[in-house]
């Protein structure tokens, strides 16, 4: 497993922007595919976004397609999660998580590590 610890959180007005950073620890971090997901409450956890070890593929799902955008720098085992456009239905606590393997990058119980979470609150 991997250790990851999230930051960047915080409060925005709509049509915001944040950028929530992910630090990873562990194994190289080259060889994980990496997701955000978030949780609102009273409601499941949910893809966000996702990106491959080497950061060729990623992957949004359609509620934040051309509003966000993964990325991740190998040589600082960080993930990024540009978020713009901030919308009030975004308000969530996100995570990011790890896996080995890209293939079922948007199902939660596919993912090995997790990180505690941060909260993102955007008000119209």
């Known amino acids: 497993q991997v250790q990851l610890v999230e930051s960047g959180g915080g409060l925005v007005q709509a049509g915001g922007s944040l950028r929530l950073s992910c630090a990873a620890s562990?194994?190289?971090?080259?060889?994980?595919?990496m997701g955000w997901f978030r949780q609102a409450p009273g409601k499941e956890r949910e893809f966000v976004a996702a990106i491959s070890g080497r950061g060729i593929r990623t992957d949004y799902a359609d509620s934040v397609k051309g509003r966000f955008t993964i990325s991740r720098d190998n040589a600082k085992n960080t993930v990024y999660l540009q978020m713009n456009s901030l919308k009030p239905e975004d308000t969530a606590v996100y995570y990011c998580t790890a896996k080995e393997y890209y293939n079922d990058y948007d199902q939660a119980r596919a993912y090995d590590s997790w990180g505690q979470g941060t909260q993102v609150t955007v008000s119209s």
């Open positions: 562990g194994r190289p971090f080259s060889s994980y595919a």
